[in-house]
C-alpha cells in the first residue's frame, strides 16, 4: 500500500513514526486572520494576510476590495457581523475592477448577517 500525504502550511504529516504503521497528522497553524470592518474604513483594501473579514455597517455603507490578483486559491470570508446590510450596503469588488466575483463586477448583500465565501480562480472569485 502506497499513501501519498502531502503537508501544507499549518499541516506535519509523519508516516510511520518510530517504526509504526500509523500515520500522525498535525495542525500546527490553525489561527485564521480576523479582521475588523467599519463603514469609517470604507473602502477597505484586502491585505495579504486577511482572512476573515468581519462588518460593522452600523455607520453606513461598507465597500470591501479584494485583490485583483492573489495567489490561486485564495479564500475570503466577509461578515456582516451586527445585521445591517439591508439598510447598510456592504459590497465586495475587486481592487481596480478588472476582477469578477461569481462573474460579476461586485457582490452586494442584501440581507441582514450575510455571510460571502469566496475563492479566487483564474481572474474571478467563485462564491460558495
Known sequence: ????INGGDGVEVFANP???????????????EYTNVTSA????EVTATDYFLSVD?????VIIELPDAPTANRQ???KDRLGQSAINTITVKSLSGVTTVDQQLDYTFVDNYESLECLY???NYEVF
Open 57 to 61: 455597517a452600523t455607520g453606513g455603507p
Open 121 to 123: 480562480h483564474t481572474a
Open 76 to 78: 475570503f470570508i466577509i
Open 1 to 4: 500500500n502506497i499513501i501519498n
Open 18 to 32: 518510530n517504526g509504526s504503521n500509523n500515520i500522525v497528522i498535525n495542525l500546527t497553524d490553525v489561527a485564521t
Open 41 to 44: 474604513m470604507s473602502p477597505y
